[in-house]
């Protein structure tokens, strides 16, 4: 899923009115104030920069954010840390898009409530992925890649 927001390619309002299926409004599933465009969706809306606001503050960073997809995430990453910290910063990344694109969904298809307060578990999911992320679950084997990456096989 992370890919796809990387690339612009996620199945949201926007895009799906450029390729001319229909939606019923292009305004964003999260605070209907805006075009749901990924930019807004995940960095811009009112809900995603509470989201993002709960997770710095639980991090003790304080940020400038983008909200261009590609600049947010490589601004996420640390330039001077090493490859395992910034696995961990990435892989906090995806988890917190993910945790917005299912808010999101659940809002759009189940008539869920676009409200920080009504998922509070999602950043304790957030947390609890990130710290037991492929490395410490003891269900997956993890194989080092030459490069420092990871790969669950």
């Known amino acids: 899923m992370a890919w796809r927001l990387l690339e612009n390619k996620l199945a949201i309002r926007v895009n799906l009115s450029r390729k001319g299926v229909l ?3 292009s305004t964003c599933g ?10 807004h969706l995940f960095f811009d809306c009112s809900f995603a920069r509470r989201v993002w606001g709960l997770c710095h503050r639980w ?4 940020v400038a954010p983008h909200i261009q997809p590609k600049c947010n995430f490589h601004h996420f ?3 001077c840390a090493s490859e395992t910290v910034n696995i961990v910063w990435t892989t906090f990344w995806v988890e ?4 917005l694109w299912k808010h999101r969904n659940n809002i759009i298809f189940n008539r869920g409530v676009g ?15 990130v710290w037991w992320g492929p490395s410490r679950d003891p269900r997956k084997k993890v194989n ?3 490069a420092g990456g990871v790969a669950r096989v």
Do not use: F, H, I, M
């Not at 917190?96 to 945790?99: D, L, P």
């Open 59 to 62: 991090l003790g960073v304080s």
């Open 115 to 129: 409200d920080v307060t009504s998922r509070p578990q999602a950043l304790t999911k957030v947390k609890v992925n």
């Open 30 to 39: 999260l605070c209907g104030l805006a075009n749901e465009s990924c930019c």
């Open 144 to 146: 080092k890649l030459p």
């Open 77 to 79: 990453r640390l330039s």
């Open 96 to 99: 917190v898009v993910s945790e």
């Open 23 to 25: 939606v019923d409004s």
